[in-house]
């Protein structure tokens, strides 16, 4: 069975940091890159970032640079996101998914469409 499950979030103070993890099963989690998006009430959902299958390259959207870090263990099947200096901005449910097609140009790296979601993960920042 094909699957993606985040975890990690959780109901946390503003300025504290979470790490959020996405975690594959049932395809072969290393031939794709990875993107996260998150969704606040009432908003549309926004990338966050993409991460290359090898994990070698990634990408931030410009709204996210600076506090958001993506990485990925292939070993463990898994992608991760760090979140940190916390605000309550960031509440929002977030997702990952792998990408459909990457672009690597002249030093650009984009990640385009899905083909796996998971269910998404719950963030609450408040005091």
């Known amino acids: 069975q094909v699957e993606l499950v985040e975890s990690g979030g959780g109901s946390v103070q503003p300025m504290s940091s979470l790490r959020l993890s996405c975690t594959a099963s049932?395809?072969?989690?290393?031939?794709?890159?990875v993107r996260w998006f998150r969704q606040a009430p009432g908003k549309e959902r926004q990338e966050v970032a993409c991460i290359s299958d090898s994990g070698g390259t990634t990408s931030y959207a410009e709204s996210f640079k600076g506090r958001f870090t993506v990485s990925r263990d292939n070993a463990k099947n898994t992608v991760y996101l760090q979140i940190n200096s916390l605000a309550p901005e960031d509440t929002a449910v977030y997702y990952c998914a792998t990408a459909e097609a990457v672009r690597s140009f002249g030093g650009s790296f984009t990640c385009y469409g899905s083909v796996h979601w998971g269910q998404g993960t719950q963030v609450t920042v408040s005091s």
């Open positions: 049932g395809f072969t989690f290393n031939n794709y890159a």
